[in-house]
Structures are given as C-alpha cells and as structure tokens.
C-alpha cells in the first residue's frame, strides 16, 4: 500500500530533550516536505527537500533541522525542544516539487514538550 | 508570497443542506493550483477536490464541487446533500510553481446536524 507513515504517532517530552520524529514514504517520491498544524494558524510549512541531500527552510524552520540521506526518509530533528514546539506534526511527499503534484501526508504526530 | 484566507472559523448546517465554505487567495503567479483538504476527527489529511488555475471549468467530484472565480482569487468549495460524515475541518490551500509546498488557509470547522 502506497503510504506516508510516521513514529511515533504521539509523544510527550520535556524541554531541552532531543528527539527525532521519523518519515518514510514507499512511492519513490522526490519531493518531502513537515508541516505543524496549530489551532487558528492552519499548517505551516517548516522544512522541506526536493531530492536527496537538498534540503530548505520553510515558513517557520526555527528551532528544527531535517536530513534526507535516503530518497524514503525525511526525519525531522528536534535538538533542543521547547513548549511552543508543542504541536501537530505532518509530513508530506509528492513526485516532484511544483503545483501540478498532490502532496501525500502522513497520518500525524502529535508531540507534547512539557 | 502567497496567502489564503478562509473566513468562516465555524459552520453548522443541518444533514442534507448544501453548504458553501470560502476561501480566497492572492498570488502573482499565473500557474498554480488549489485545493480543498478535509481534515476529519482522526486527523488525517484527506485531499477532497483540487482545481488547476489554467482550466476554466471547475472540477466536481461526487457531492463536492468548487466555484472558482480567477480574476477575483476566490475558490469557495460546495458541499451538497450534506451527510454526518462531512463533518471535519476543511482547509484551502494554494500550491505555485516553486519549490516550496503548500500554503494553507486557516481553516473552517464544518459541524453537520443531524
């Protein structure tokens, strides 16, 4: 089955503790991109990549570093979390980057940072 | 950069009326593409209908169809025959060119009465 998954669906952390959010996508996609959804603000790009090793910020990148050393992989890195990190996490993939590609997400991680 | 404004935070229907959610955007490019998502209680992403800004015909799939209006930057997203199970968030979102990913709107939260 085609799929965009995520680990873990939900986790809660204090601050200051780094953590890694995982994505993976089996469709061979080029482009991945994380989003965090907050009430009232929508979804809000925060990093994505357009191929292996090509990475660039987003709306809101503070405070987050991605990798993408595998073309299914895309995790995103949290490395000193704080309360206003505390939000839902999306990542998406499509085929390639431009508007003609749906973008595919994954089913979310809800992270909380005490 | 662009933008996209949903101005309904909150709706509520009753079963079997058709509703209409807006959403306007504004952009200079000329290639784009638009698109409703719905996000149910489980939090999933799910793509309900997309619009392509160099067709002139709006897209229909089943009960949802969208009225888009180019030269206004409007995109509102109609939903006939309204069951239970619409009830969810709906978000608009704008897709360009570049390599950046989508933009979304804030948001409206569709409550279907029984």
């Known amino acids: 089955e085609a799929q965009v998954t995520q680990n873990p669906r939900y986790l809660i952390t204090v601050t200051g503790k780094k953590l890694t959010v995982t994505c993976s996508q089996n469709?061979?996609?080029?482009?991945m991109s994380w989003y965090r959804q907050d009430p009232g603000l929508g979804l809000r790009q925060i990093y994505y990549s357009m191929n292996v090793e090509v990475t660039d910020k987003g709306d809101v990148p503070e405070g987050y570093k991605v990798s993408r050393k595998e073309k299914r992989n895309f995790p995103l890195i949290l490395e000193s979390p704080s309360p206003n990190q505390t939000s839902l996490y999306f990542c998406a993939s499509s085929p390639g980057q431009g508007s003609f590609y749906e973008q595919y997400f994954g089913p979310g991680t809800r992270l909380t940072v005490t | 950069a662009q933008t996209v404004t949903q101005s309904q935070p909150e709706m509520s229907v009753q079963e079997a009326e058709t509703v209409t959610l807006s959403c306007t955007y504004d952009t200079s490019e000329s290639n784009y593409y638009l698109f409703w998502y719905k996000q149910p209680p489980s939090r999933q992403m799910i793509l309900v209908i997309r619009q392509e800004a160099y067709k002139q015909q709006n897209a229909t799939e089943n009960r949802f169809s969208v009225n888009f209006q180019k030269a206004a930057k409007s995109f509102s997203l109609k939903i006939s025959d309204s069951q239970l199970g619409d009830t969810a968030m709906y978000f608009c979102?704008?897709?360009?060119?570049?390599?950046?990913?989508?933009?979304f709107g804030k948001g409206t939260h569709l409550i279907i009465q029984p």
């Open positions: 979102a704008f897709r360009g060119g570049g390599a950046d990913g989508l933009t």
């Open positions: 469709m061979n996609h080029e482009y």
